[in-house]
């Protein structure tokens, strides 16, 4: 029964689980670059994508004080349950009015799923982020690394696009990339290094069979050249405070976010990336 369920077991997600809808929802539904939306749960499941589950408490002591009663909440672009899940921790016990947008109609149906499953409300609304024209606003609204999926010079747009959907008072949740590298060997093979990496994951984890079809190793391969050119193109977290304010927002506070090395072979991959937040 719902109402016997705690908000933790509300909100907690079986990733092998859900990896293996995404391999068969993704097939079908998704077209992004490096079939990203068929292969996410499985890195996450993997361990290979674990960022989100170790900001989460800084993210909770960055969005508590923002809580409120009846908050309207959109997650701008969401690969999978995994941000609104972690919104709907940190918000509990209040249990915020979720919004998903996200371009890709892959990721809405796994949210779709999720949400049917675990009997919650959550709307889905598929649509370009920079289309927002404000006749519909929302209170917060929490990019977790959508900014790396859009060009540096679209920016500007996005957070006007952004700044039009938030309610006055409300508050822009931004975590993004500043910076990837590969420390040690391969220096300029941030993609191949990522490759590596994650197939060893993938192999060494709970979804180990999805790694011995070749289809899932063609489809991996043209993931990880994709990640390699987004994590080539990635703005400073000056120039994102710079598109933020200029999109008439204000910057309430600004943190570097905690990333494991990532090593493999003689190569280790290092991100920086910051979280800031601004209001309205
Ligand atoms: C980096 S993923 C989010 C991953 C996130 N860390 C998570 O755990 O879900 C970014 C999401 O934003 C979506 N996205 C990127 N650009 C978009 C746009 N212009 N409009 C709508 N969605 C967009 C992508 O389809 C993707 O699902
Ligand atoms: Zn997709």
Redesign the pocket.
Known sequence: MADQTTALERWSEDLPAQARRALAVGRALCA?DGH??TLWGTLRASGASNG?KSEEPLLASLIKPYVRDSARVMIA????P??PCAMGRIYAPVMPALTV????KA?LELMRQFAATKHLVCRTLNL???DLDGSEQWDQIVL???P???DPLLHGRLFQALARALSPGGTVVCAAMTATGVVGEREHEVGGVYYDYTLKKVMDGPMAEAAASTEFLDMLRAYSVRWGQRRTNLPSSEQLVHSMRNAGLSILSENSAPRQHRIVGGAALVDSCSIIIAGK
């Open positions: 992004c990203y939306h989100l672009g969401a690969a999978d995994g941000v947008v996200d371009r890709c990721s370009n982020l920079l977790h690394y959508t790396d999926f859009l």
